[in-house]
């Protein structure tokens, strides 16, 4: 059997580590600007712990980690896509 190793990641908020998977990715892609889950370039990574995303400095934080400024609209198709995973059971 193959030992799946998970792959471990700094939540930008708590500073926790987490697994991979448990993390949302933002990324600042090279040619398709930002991303979440995908892309390749600079990027940060989030916990989906309430606390973390609803953090009022989470905007801020990620626009240094990225080291770039976030539109409006990304912040809001952010905190709907990180939300959304809240509404599932732990
Ligand atoms: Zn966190």
């Not at 193959?2 to 998977?21: A, F, G, H, M, N």
């Not at 989470?58 to 939300?83: C, G, M, R, S, Y």
Request: hydrophobic share 30%; proline share 3%.
């Amino acid at each position: 059997m193959i030992q799946q190793i998970p792959v471990l990641r700094v939540c930008i908020s708590c500073r926790k580590t987490y697994d991979r998977k448990d993390l949302l990715k933002i990324t600042k892609d090279h040619k398709q600007g930002i991303m979440l889950q995908k892309g390749m370039g600079r990027s940060a990574y989030i916990c989906k712990s309430k606390k973390c995303y609803s953090d009022s400095k989470i905007k801020k934080k990620l626009q240094k980690a990225l080291k770039t400024f976030l539109e409006p609209e990304f912040i809001e198709v952010f905190e709907k896509e990180i939300t959304s995973y809240n509404n599932y059971p732990h």
